[in-house]
């Protein structure tokens, strides 16, 4: 198992930036891929953004798209979210996932192919 633990969320304006980051403990980091999901209040968690686990491939919610970029270090076991452009609607709780399966090739959009989660960091946009 391993523990992922998010941290760089808070309170920003409409249009300004966050960059949020996830850090994995465990040598097994770099054998998957990860993914960012968020849980607005009333609603459902959603998939934001993934990476496959040697960063060649990127994949995003229409949602974020062209705003959003993910990105993973390796060496750092860290993987990131980099938000720009926010929206009130991007207020959220925010959670980093590891992929299920090890040296998957391509992305997955689905919370059952993630199997380790973080606690969440909230991200809060305000108008």
């Known amino acids: 198992q391993v523990q992922l633990v998010e941290s760089g969320g808070g309170l920003v304006q409409a249009g300004g930036s966050l960059s949020l980051s996830c850090a994995a403990s465990g040598r097994s980091f770099r054998r998957f891929g990860m993914g960012w999901f968020r849980q607005a209040p009333g609603k459902e968690r959603e998939f934001v953004a993934a990476i496959t686990w040697s960063g060649s491939s990127t994949y995003y919610a229409d949602s974020v798209k062209g705003r959003f970029t993910i990105s993973r270090d390796n060496a750092k076991s860290t993987v990131y979210l980099q938000m720009n452009s926010l929206k009130p609607e991007d207020t959220a709780v925010y959670y980093c996932?590891?992929?299920?399966?090890?040296?998957?090739?391509?992305?997955?959009?689905?919370?059952?192919?993630?199997?380790?989660w973080g606690q969440g960091t909230q991200v809060t946009v305000s108008s």
């Open positions: 996932a590891k992929d299920r399966r090890a040296f998957r090739e391509v992305t997955t959009i689905v919370e059952y192919e993630y199997d380790d």
